[in-house]
C-alpha cells in the first residue's frame, strides 16, 4: 500500500510530516509513504502585521479540500489549527503525538529578563494578547504572522522588538533556537495553550477504511482524550483559535483528565477555571466545563 500523506509546506510542517510518515512505516512495515506539500491560505498570508489575527481553519482547509477530492490519502495538521467541527466524511483517525503544549517567550539574549516599560512583544494570537496583557499592562502587543522560522528572523532583524510569543512545540521540533536568542516556557495556569497545542492530528477520509486501519496502529488514545476534552470546551464555548480562549487537559495515571481554561470575561478581564472527569468521556468534561464557566 503507499498512502499519499498531505501537508503544508512549511519546514515545521514537513519535519511533523516526516515524524508521522516514519510512525506509519514503523507501525505497517511495507506501506510506503508519500509526502505531498499542499500551498494553504496560512502560508500566503502577509508576513507582519496587525489588522487581522490567524484565523481557525486557514491552515487547515486546503489540506482538508484536497482530501475531498482524493488528491492525498491522509493529512497531518497541527491539532490546534483544526476546526472543532470537521466535514462529515472526514475524521481524525490518529493523534499520533504530542510535545510540550506549553508557549514561550523568546527574546534576544542580550535584553533584559523582564519586559521594560513600552517593551513591544510580537504575537499573532488573541489568546496570547490577553494572556500577557493580564500580568505586563505596560507592554505593547505587535501583531505577527508567518511560520515560526519567519517570525524568529524578525525578532533578530528588528531592533523594536523586544520578544515574541510562539509555542514551544514548534521551537522543539525545529531544534530549538540560535544562541543569540534564548526561550523562556510559560507557566500553562497563566498563559493556557490553545486547545489542542503541541499535538499532531491526521486526518483521513471516513469511507477509506485501509487508511483509516494504518493510521489507527499510531493513535496515541491519551492524547485523543486531552485533545478531545480541550475541543469539547471550544466547541460548547463557541470559538475558534482566534478567540481569546485557552484551555489544556492532562491525564494522570488512575485514567482521569484535569481540564484548565480561562476565557475573556464580560468585563474584559479573564475568568478562569479547572475540573476533572475520566478519560472515557472527554468531550462531556470540556462541554461540562463550559457550562459552568458561562453560569459563573
Known sequence: MNLRLGTRGSRLARVQAR????????????????????????????????????????????????????????????????PTRLAANLCVAAYPERVDPRDALVRKREDSENPFRGAVVATGSPRRDMFWREKWKETKIRGIRGNVDRRLDKLQDDPSLWGLILACAGIDRLGGLTEKLVMERLDPT???????????????????????????KIDDSSVRACVEAEKGFLQRWGGGCSESLGALGTMNPMGMIHLRAAVRDRHGGVQRAHMGGPASEPETLGVRLAEEMRRG
Open 19 to 82: 515524524r508521522v510518515a516514519e510512525r506509519i512505516r514503523q507501525a505497517s512495515p511495507g506501506t510506503g509513504v508519500e509526502l505531498v506539500i499542499i500551498q494553504t491560505t496560512g502560508d500566503e498570508r502577509s508576513e507582519f502585521g496587525e489588522e487581522l489575527p490567524e484565523e481557525l481553519g486557514e491552515f487547515s482547509s486546503a489540506l482538508e479540500q484536497q482530501l475531498i477530492r482524493k488528491v492525498i490519502d491522509a493529512a497531518v495538521h497541527s491539532a490546534k489549527d483544526l
Open 190 to 216: 497563566w498563559m493556557v495553550p490553545a486547545p489542542g497545542q503541541g499535538a499532531l492530528a491526521v486526518e483521513c477520509r471516513v469511507e477509506d477504511r485501509k487508511v483509516r486501519k494504518v493510521l489507527e
